[in-house]
């Protein structure tokens, strides 16, 4: 059971947070691992994901499922809301994008194992989906099928 001791200090719960400028700005926060002695997976999906073209500053749109199975720590689910809201105004490339939020939940939750599938709606008719993982998913902890089916247009 989680108390009020183990999640002292966190700055975004139960109060009214601006949106973060940038990903840089933005607070990414974590919490103890309620069962550290199980293993399982926790699944964040993110299907409204926006950011910027760094060239020409048009939207980007995508689709994001981050799954990962905890160690001693889990993500602070309304900072990491804020944290991918903060690419809304962020100029950056999908590939960039998708890497930088794999690598900085790694950096923060040092996780048993975490995969990032990064499903981006076409930019000049070409979609570009990014995939990544930490290596092989931990046996015996069942990790559904992201259930993203690759682009297909109107077809």
């Avoid at 926790?42 to 950011?51: G, H």
């Avoid at 990491?80 to 590939?95: P, T």
């Avoid at 975490?114 to 070409?126: M, S, T």
Wanted: charged fraction near 20%.
């Amino acid at each position: 059971m989680t108390t009020k001791t183990q999640v002292k200090g966190l700055t975004q719960p139960g109060r009214s947070t601006p949106m973060p400028a940038s990903p840089d700005e933005a607070v990414l926060e974590r919490v103890p691992n309620p069962h550290p002695g199980q293993a399982y997976c926790i699944r964040f999906v993110a299907p409204e994901f926006t950011s910027l073209c760094p060239l020409t500053g048009q939207p980007d749109f995508a689709h994001i499922v981050m799954d990962y199975v905890p160690r001693r720590w889990i993500v602070e689910s309304k900072s990491l809301k804020q944290y991918l809201a903060s690419f809304r105004n962020h100029g950056s490339f999908h590939e960039a994008c998708s890497m930088d939020i794999a690598l900085r939940l790694k950096a923060l939750l040092t996780p048993r194992w975490l995969r990032i599938g990064a499903y981006w709606y076409p930019r000049g008719g070409i979609p570009i989906d990014v995939f990544w993982q930490t290596g092989p998913a931990p046996k015996g902890v069942w990790v559904p099928e992201q259930g993203v089916p690759g682009y297909r247009g109107r077809g």
